[in-house]
């Protein structure tokens, strides 16, 4: 009888504070026999969870073959294999290509998603990036830089909506991020950098699109930052004129009904 397989399973980390790993993530991590974790971004603080004698790669030095040929070899000598990403996988996870990998040797995997670095900043800044008649919509992109952005998609367009947006992996770009910011929201428009959100190292930068690079230069934030924008930042100044309907006690819903006496 031929021993057990098991799926290498795609862990994301979250955002660097190692108890905002999930639960199921935290599980997977602490019965893994190899974790390949992604070192450059993933703090080793997230190793806490690991069994000690279990094979840790470093994949910052690691190019796609050799990650894969890492994963092949574990789950062919019946280890349980973790993938562990920053953040949630499916965002700039890169994990696509792994998996087309595992897909063509016919290797089973899972992935665990895990909590992305807007909505650890979000919590950070007590921040609601969907408001009722203020921003409904939450864009989440990167300007183009060596990996190439589909033109549709270029900051300029998804700027015009004037949505709350929250970019990644575009710090080093900051003068042309502020530029097309200037364009589309106005120079006075709050924004905000988030850099390691969650972290001990956390900084959090609120300023205007006007100030946006030079806080950066000001504070040398080179990586591991993400750029907000979003009317929903200056809303806890200005007030909230609109309320959400869910708990107004006018409004019906299948739960409740709604009480229109004054």
Not at 48 to 53: C, G, I, Q, V
Request: glycine share 4%.
């Amino acid at each position: 009888m031929s021993e057990e397989r098991y799926p290498v399973i795609f862990v994301g980390a979250g955002p660097g504070d190692p108890d905002l790993i999930t639960l199921k993530g935290q599980r997977a991590v602490k019965e893994a026999d190899r974790i390949i974790y992604a070192g450059s971004l993933v703090p080793e603080a997230l190793l806490k969870w690991a069994n000690p004698e279990a094979e840790k790669f470093n994949s910052a030095s690691m190019d796609l073959k050799e990650i894969v040929d890492s994963m092949v070899e574990a789950f062919n000598e019946s280890k349980r294999v973790v993938r562990l990403h920053t953040g949630d996988p499916s965002l700039y996870g890169a994990i696509f290509e792994q998996m087309l990998e595992l897909d063509e040797r016919s290797i089973p995997y899972q992935v665990v998603p895990g909590v992305t670095a807007a909505f650890a900043a979000a919590a950070s800044m007590k921040l609601e990036y969907t408001l009722p008649e203020i921003t409904q919509t939450l864009i989440i992109t990167r300007i183009a830089g060596r990996t190439p952005v589909p033109e549709a998609e270029s900051l300029a367009s998804l700027a015009s909506h004037q949505a709350s947006m929250v970019i990644y992996l575009s710090i080093k770009q900051i003068d042309k991020v502020a530029a097309v910011l200037k364009t589309a929201y106005g120079e006075d428009a709050p924004c905000a950098v988030a850099y390691r959100a969650s972290q001990p190292e956390e900084k959090i930068i609120a300023t205007r699109i006007k100030d946006l690079a030079a806080r950066v230069r000001e504070e040398n934030i080179t990586h591991q930052a993400i750029i907000i924008v979003s009317k929903a930042l200056e809303t806890r100044k200005k007030g909230l004129k609109s309320k959400s309907k869910l708990y107004d006690k006018k409004f019906s819903h299948e739960f409740r009904k709604g009480n229109s006496e004054r």
